[in-house]
């Protein structure tokens, strides 16, 4: 936290970001159904159970603590078909050289729902961007891309940057400042 109290605010204006990015993935821990309405901003639609992905799914799968279940699909335009998909993290190849890090090796795959063992990468759909956005890359998880957008929402609003995707933050200060979101969160 030194860089936070260094007095820099390129430093502090970081800070607050992770900490608005985190205060989501609280946020939706605890509280499914706000988790829900802002999944949905995105096109996503939360399900009960988690899917059951295949072994070799789910052995590529790369952990992320802040990502706690993979029950939530959108549909994904794949060669002109539109499919609905779970996002997961995963590698394109395997870690096998010292220096290897999931942040270059990392590949965000597109599970059909009703085909669990088949994987399709972000550049096969058509909509990917669509989908997640163009406010921030962080487009590894629907959880990770909300919290970016979620921390923009609250720290400067839907008027106080230049966004590419406004009407993302705009449905999410909408969501916010809705009885409904007061009653989930
Ligand atoms: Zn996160």
Redesign the pocket.
Known sequence: MEYALSGDPDAQALFDEIMA??LF?CLTRSHPDFRARMYAILGFTVVDEDYDFSQEIRERIISNP?VERHNSHAAFDIGGEMVDCAVIFTTGRPFEQPGDSFFELGVTGLVPVDDLGTMYTAEDAANFWDVFGRNTDYVIDPE?TL?DNFAMTILYGPDGREYQSPEIIAAIDALLKSGTAKAAA
């Open positions: 990015h985190e993935h802040d990770e919290a």
